[in-house]
């Protein structure tokens, strides 16, 4: 993809109001998948960055993760279900096929009065739900969204094979989105792309309408993902640096303005690949791939609501969200707070 989608001109000012997130509390350590598969801490940590990942026990599904952060986001944000008009997921491990996990999410914090749906854009769900967010807000249709990103990876992870099963953990991220009384602040830019021929590159094969399950899909492993790990690597790289640095320069950002890049945390070579790219000093990357590994949307999501809580942000800010996932998709989004 060549063509750029456009700047947004000025922007209505759209923030973020809350945020909160949640992480499954059993670790499950590279150590313990030295005696899984025929890997070595020394090779993950080196390879990707990853020390540990969280994995959700059996009887909770995305969508309680979702719950969860949800309702961290709205105690943040100090509103109740009942205030959300809208509600949108970020997933591709949803509950189900349908309903939509954003529905189960609306169903657990009993917001009545609110529409939800699901966006799959894979790791890059999070930023396309906050530019729907965005553009659902400023055109005056709703007036508080709720954007979720939750997942749980370990319920599509092969844990026999090495190539993918180091890599992925679960969690979930939420954020409460509004207008805001403050011009020039908020969601002040986004690039959305996408390229479908690189499909193939990372998928789960079956369950879907082109290969329903099936005793020979199950006997295959094919309701795992699949991944061409060494090819999405060189995707990662290209389309990190070209959405990162290409949002910076048409909004005349420079890296010192940046105060947190938070990057999508797939491995911690690509995050420091696009960090390089925009001559961004290491201090203000946000990383928790070291803790949680790869968690698709939630990633950025839960990277958004820990820098949010923990980190504190000033008034006028600049957060920059660039991710990239299957599809393949990519994109960024900027904010200023
Ligand atoms: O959210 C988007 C999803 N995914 C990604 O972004 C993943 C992008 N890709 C990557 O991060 C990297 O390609 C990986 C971390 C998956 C792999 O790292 P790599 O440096 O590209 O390794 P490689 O695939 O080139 O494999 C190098 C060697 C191979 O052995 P041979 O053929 O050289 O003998 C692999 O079989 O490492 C071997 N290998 C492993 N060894 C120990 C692959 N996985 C493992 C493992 N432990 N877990």
């Given at each position: 993809?060549?063509k750029?989608?456009?700047?947004?001109?000025?922007?209505?000012?759209v923030?973020?109001?809350?945020?909160?997130?949640?992480?499954?509390?059993?670790?499950?350590?590279?150590?313990?998948?030295?005696q899984?598969?025929d890997t070595?801490?020394?090779?993950?940590?080196?390879?990707?960055?990853?020390?540990?990942?969280?994995?959700?026990?059996?009887?909770?599904?995305?969508?309680?993760?979702?719950?969860?952060?949800?309702?961290?986001?709205?105690?943040?944000?100090?509103?109740?279900?009942n205030?959300?008009?809208?509600?949108?997921?970020?997933?591709?491990?949803?509950?189900?096929?349908?309903?939509?996990t954003?529905?189960?999410?609306?169903?657990?914090?009993e917001?009545?009065e609110?529409?939800?749906?699901?966006?799959?854009a894979?790791?890059?769900?999070?930023?396309?739900a906050?530019?729907?967010?965005y553009?659902?807000?400023?055109?005056?249709y709703?007036?508080?969204?709720?954007?979720?990103?939750?997942?749980?990876?370990?319920?599509?992870t092969d844990?026999e094979?090495?190539?993918?099963?180091v890599?992925?953990?679960?969690?979930?991220?939420?954020?409460?989105?509004?207008?805001?009384?403050?011009?020039?602040?908020?969601?002040i830019?986004?690039?959305?792309?996408s390229d479908?021929?690189?499909?193939?590159l990372?998928q789960?094969?079956?369950?879907?309408?082109?290969?329903?399950?099936?005793?020979?899909?199950?006997?295959e492993?094919m309701?795992?993902?699949?991944?061409?790990?060494?090819?999405v690597?060189?995707?990662?790289?290209?389309?990190?640096?070209?959405?990162?640095?290409?949002?910076?320069?048409r909004?005349?950002?420079?890296?010192?303005d940046?105060?947190?890049?938070?990057?999508?945390?797939?491995?911690?070579?690509?995050i420091?690949a696009?960090?390089?790219?925009?001559?961004?000093?290491?201090?203000?990357i946000?990383?928790?791939?070291?803790?949680?590994?790869?968690?698709?949307?939630?990633?950025?999501?839960?990277?958004?609501?820990?820098?949010?809580l923990?980190?504190?942000?000033?008034?006028?800010?600049?957060?920059?969200?660039?991710?990239?996932?299957?599809g393949m998709?990519w994109g960024?989004?900027?904010?200023?707070?």
């Open positions: 993809m060549t750029l989608p456009p700047k947004l001109e000025s922007p209505v000012p923030g973020v109001i809350g945020a909160g997130y949640y992480l499954p509390e059993r670790i499950l350590t590279n150590k313990d998948l030295e899984m598969v070595s801490d020394e090779w993950i940590v080196e390879r990707t960055g990853i020390h540990e990942r969280r994995i959700a026990p059996p009887e909770m599904s995305t969508s309680d993760m979702g719950v969860l952060a949800a309702k961290a986001a709205l105690r943040n944000a100090g509103l109740t279900g205030d959300i008009d809208m509600i949108i997921c970020a997933t591709v491990t949803p509950d189900m096929m349908f309903p939509s954003a529905c189960f999410i609306q169903r657990g914090i917001a009545r609110s529409f939800a749906f699901d966006i799959t894979a790791c890059t769900g999070f930023i396309y906050l530019a729907t967010a553009a659902y807000l400023a055109s005056g709703v007036h508080n969204v709720l954007v979720v990103a939750a997942e749980k990876l370990s319920a599509f844990y094979d090495r190539n993918t099963c890599l992925f953990g679960d969690g979930a991220g939420a954020v409460v989105l509004s207008k805001i009384n403050k011009p020039g602040h908020g969601i830019d986004f690039i959305l792309e479908g021929r690189l499909a193939n990372l789960v094969p079956a369950g879907g309408s082109r290969t329903p399950a099936s005793t020979s899909s199950i006997g492993r309701h795992y993902i699949s991944m061409e790990g060494r090819e690597f060189k995707f990662a790289v290209t389309a990190m640096k070209r959405t990162t640095v290409r949002i910076a320069e909004n005349g950002i420079k890296a010192e940046i105060r947190w890049l938070i990057p999508h945390q797939a491995n911690k070579r690509i420091d696009a960090a390089e790219a925009l001559g961004l000093d290491a201090s203000r946000h990383f928790n791939i070291h803790k949680y590994g790869n968690m698709s949307a939630a990633s950025t999501a839960v990277g958004l609501a820990e820098v949010v923990n980190n504190g942000l000033k008034d006028g800010d600049i957060v920059l969200m660039v991710a990239f996932g299957a998709t960024s989004v900027l904010i200023k707070w």
